[in-house]
């Protein structure tokens, strides 16, 4: 676990600090916990979650850099998420339009061995704010730190589980209560072109209404064939808000963003989730990952410049509605 850099919320933000203390992980500058002011947990974290190297903690938001997935020659995501970052003692001021001073400050710094396989020199600032109302900030700052004066290209994500109440409802039990009853559903991506991971990045556009989770592999077809709903689909150019509806939890979550123009919608469905060693058998229909992220167009740092991408997440009483 974290310690934190303290400011001055000790005085002014008790509650803050307790819950900012339990919610950081230095391995992976990896965010585990986000509770509403009910004490609900609002990320997902599976059971099977391991909290050491070599693996990434399952859950959470782990912070996928400098690469995203497989789009590349490292390892899978990149290597800041099964990495131990530090406190950052003395970051430089960070330009927010919050106000809370409930935050954690971690950075990363590449090691030998990481040299040898990205042999690129880099700072990365994290910043974790708890804002007043519950609502939790990531912003990301790269720095170029090479001196022999050579450009790095990198592609980024924050890779968030959300917690939902059902994910299969709407999805098995027929186009009537597919389309009355959806549970879960994303708004924001409607009529976005969209690289489908599980048809070789292949580009589609998507249609029609809000996303909700019905068979890919046998469209207009749920009515009969309880089929998979294994969704791997990075969505590009997303607009800078996103939300997620659950129905039955009277809840949705608001994602924004700056800086990440893609969003990356994953879910492993049965199979997939079986097959992972880190995943319980049937966490899948309580999970959503809504991954914030610059994917398509890799983002280029010269030497001294400065990249930063921002996330900041609110989970308001589903009275809430799209476009308010
Ligand atoms: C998503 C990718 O971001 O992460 C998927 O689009 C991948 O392709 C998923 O399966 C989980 O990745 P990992 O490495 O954490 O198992």
């Known amino acids: 676990r974290c310690n934190v850099f303290i400011g001055d919320i000790l005085t002014t933000l008790p509650c803050f600090l307790e819950q900012i203390l339990s919610m950081v992980y230095l391995y992976g500058g990896h965010v585990t916990s986000w509770k509403n002011d009910h004490g609900e947990e609002l990320l997902f974290v599976s059971s099977k979650a391991i909290f050491k190297p070599p693996k990434a903690i399952r859950g ?4 996928c850099f400098p690469q995203f997935s497989n789009h590349g020659s490292l390892e899978q995501h990149g290597f800041a998420r099964n990495r131990f970052w530090s406190i950052d003692t003395d970051p430089p001021p960070f330009p ?12 990363l710094k590449p090691s030998e061995e990481d040299l040898k396989i990205w042999p690129h020199s880099f700072e990365f600032r994290l910043r974790v704010t708890l804002g007043p109302g519950g609502d939790l900030m990531l912003t990301s700052r790269i720095r170029n730190t090479n001196v022999e004066g050579k450009p790095f290209t990198f592609t980024f994500a924050y890779h968030t589980y959300f917690s939902v109440s059902d994910i299969r409802k709407g999805c098995c039990f027929g186009l009537a209560y597919l389309l009355l009853f959806s549970e879960v559903r994303v708004e924001g991506l409607e009529t976005l ?18 996303i909700t989770f019905e068979s890919e592999a046998s469209p207009g077809n749920h009515l009969l064939v309880p089929d998979s709903c294994y969704v791997d689909k990075i969505y590009l150019s997303t607009p800078t808000k996103i939300a997620i509806l659950d129905h039955e939890k009277k809840r949705t979550f608001v994602i924004r963003k700056d800086g990440l123009p893609d969003a990356v919608v994953w879910n492993p469905w049965d199979k997939k989730a079986k097959a992972m060693a880190d995943f319980g058998d049937d966490e899948y229909k309580h999970m959503l990952c809504m991954e914030t992220a610059a994917v398509e167009k890799a983002i280029t740092l010269k030497p001294g410049e400065e990249w930063r991408g921002r996330q900041e997440l609110s989970a308001v009483p589903s009275s809430y509605c799209s476009g308010q």
Do not use: C, M
Request: proline fraction near 3%; charge should be negative.
């Open 193 to 210: 072109d969209y690289l489908d991971n599980l048809k070789n990045k292949e580009r589609f556009t998507e249609q029609g209404d809000a």
């Open 96 to 107: 927010t339009n919050s106000s809370s001073k409930a935050f954690v400050d971690l950075i």
């Open 60 to 63: 959470g938001i782990p912070i």
